[in-house]
């Protein structure tokens, strides 16, 4: 099985923030990869734009840097890289300002798709926003690609939502989540929808539980000021969390189809029980491991900002109603782990003695590292000793069903440059709406709030550790366990 590479249109794509950070380490790799991968034509080219006056060839050489430093070196072939930076170009704009807006727009072609980059501080989004339209660089075929954060609430993401509509139709703004651009999570969608299997068990009479963990390593030294405003709920739950629940959860779209998938994500939104403080258990890590505290790290000694939560949320919907969605999400935690699972019920009656070597049917989708989704099934343990009962993974990874090609493994597309070349082909499907959103700050809004109004204060938990204690009995309590971080 081999992937199939089906090349875009031609385009002209502008990305403003065109040396940051996010640029060097995603975007342009990406970008080189897709090159590389015959999906992006040779007509194609990209624009870097931000503040420092640099000439093309300096912001060329800056280009050929990063793609050394995050490019598989096997990927890196001289004639590939020096045609790929032949399609880079620099533009020196601040977003603030009114020079370089005409030149840009001098340059960008009329019949090729025009998509925008937006890789820069949230602050600047309606600044960008409005001087494309005030200087005619954009019209009702270009594109928009907002990074996150989307807001940091309902009233910011609101009053965000409105100034890009004054300028954009929403069919032109790609509000990137980088998780639903993953392989597995896509995936996910296949199996729930190209199966029939799976959809007759998918509700509360069959599903136990579900869990869903990002867990990182990483502390925040180095943006622990940035990160300190914001917190894991707003970092981490409202958005890609959130967004992995709204796909395990939501019913079958019609087609797949962007607005028929958004519909089915929004209605799970809208049935979000609130979620009372006792479902819910926030940390702070500590010092550790030759590292310092989150409270070091943030500067910030009397900081209420969570590095870690759990929560467990319910659905109010035929569907989910008794079904728990237990979400955990925390930094410097034991492994870089994510995952989903889907733990089901019990059979009514076990018919075999050995109740001990029982387990649950458990669908895990793993998201980081070595994507791939595997179903825990009961078989009889091999060999004499009578009917024991064991439990084997079946293994529905990608990876494996690509083993003969493993060339063709490498092809396929990490969840950035995945998402470019959706935007360039105008599929919004893996996109979020502006009433997603919206919906998603409305549910997450009274819970911030409900502990900042408490003063509620963070536990410390141990660096290496699965998280606080409380974390442990949140789920305990319930009869439950969460699945190990490794
Ligand atoms: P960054 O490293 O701080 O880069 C910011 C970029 O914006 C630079 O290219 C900077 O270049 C440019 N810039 C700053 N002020 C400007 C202005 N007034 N006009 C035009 N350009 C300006 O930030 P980043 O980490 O790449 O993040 C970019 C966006 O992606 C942010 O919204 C962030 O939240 C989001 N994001 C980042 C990551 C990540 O891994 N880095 C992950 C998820 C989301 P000059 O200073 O030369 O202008």
Redo the contacts with the bound molecule.
């Keep these: 099985m081999v992937s199939r590479v089906i090349p875009v249109d031609t385009f002209d794509l502008v990305i ?8 060097r ?2 975007i342009f790799p990406g970008l080189y990869r897709r090159f590389m991968a015959g999906q992006m034509n040779d007509a194609s080219r990209i624009f870097g ?4 006056a640099l000439s093309e060839q300096e912001f060329r050489d800056q280009i050929g840097a990063a793609l050394k430093e995050f490019v598989a070196t096997d990927r890196l072939e001289p004639e590939a890289v020096e045609g790929f930076l032949a399609r880079i170009f620099y533009v020196p ?4 300002e009114e020079s370089g807006w005409e030149k840009l727009k001098s340059t960008l072609r009329g019949d090729v798709v025009r998509a925008f980059y ?5 602050n ?1 989004f309606p ?1 960008l926003a409005e001087r494309l339209h005030a200087h005619g660089i954009t019209d009702a075929t270009s594109r928009i690609v907002v ?3 989307f807001g940091r609430d309902l009233a910011s993401a609101r009053a965000l939502n409105e100034v890009l509509a004054r300028y954009f139709h929403e069919d032109q703004i790609y509000r990137i989540d ?1 998780y639903l651009g993953k392989e597995t999570v896509q995936n996910l969608m296949a199996v729930r929808f190209a199966n029939i299997l799976f959809e007759p068990i998918w509700n509360s009479q069959h599903v136990d539980h579900v869990q869903i963990t990002v867990a990182e390593t990483m502390g925040v030294n180095g943006r622990g000021a940035y990160y300190d405003k914001s917190g894991a709920m707003r970092d981490m739950v409202q958005n890609h969390l959130m967004q992995l629940l709204c796909l395990i959860a939501m019913e079958p779209p019609y087609h797949f189809d962007p607005d028929a998938v958004r519909d089915e994500k929004l209605k799970v939104i809208r049935a979000l029980q609130p979620v009372p403080p006792q479902n819910i258990v926030r940390g702070q890590y500590l010092a550790g491991g030759g590292e310092g505290s989150y409270l070091e790290h943030c500067d910030n000694p009397d900081s209420r900002t969570e590095s870690y939560i759990a929560m467990k949320v319910e659905i109010a919907n035929w569907r989910w109603k008794g079904t728990p969605f237990y979400l955990r999400t925390g930094k410097r935690l034991r492994a870089r782990h994510s995952e989903i699972a889907i733990t089901f019920k019990e059979p009514p009656h076990l018919i075999f003695d050995d109740a001990e070597g029982w387990k649950e049917n458990v669908l895990v989708i793993r998201l980081q590292p070595n994507e791939g989704m595997h179903l825990m099934v009961m078989i009889k343990e091999p060999g004499p000793g009578g009917m024991r009962l064991m439990q084997v993974p079946l293994d529905m990874t990608f990876a494996t069903a690509y083993a003969e090609a493993a060339e063709a493994a490498e092809d396929v597309p990490d969840a950035y440059e995945r998402l470019i070349m959706d935007v360039i082909r105008g599929n919004q499907t893996l996109f979020m709406r502006g009433d997603e959103v919206e919906a998603a700050w409305a549910w997450a809004d009274p819970i911030i709030e409900g502990w900042e109004a408490r003063g509620d204060k963070p536990q410390g938990y141990d660096p290496g550790s699965s998280g606080p204690e409380d974390a442990l009995m949140l789920i305990h309590r319930d009869g439950r366990r969460w699945r190990e971080i490794k």
């Design positions: 403003f923030g065109g040396t940051g950070d996010l640029a380490r995603k734009a931000a503040r420092a704009i601040n977003a603030r937006f890789s820069v501080a949230p600047l600044d990074e996150k954060p980088h």
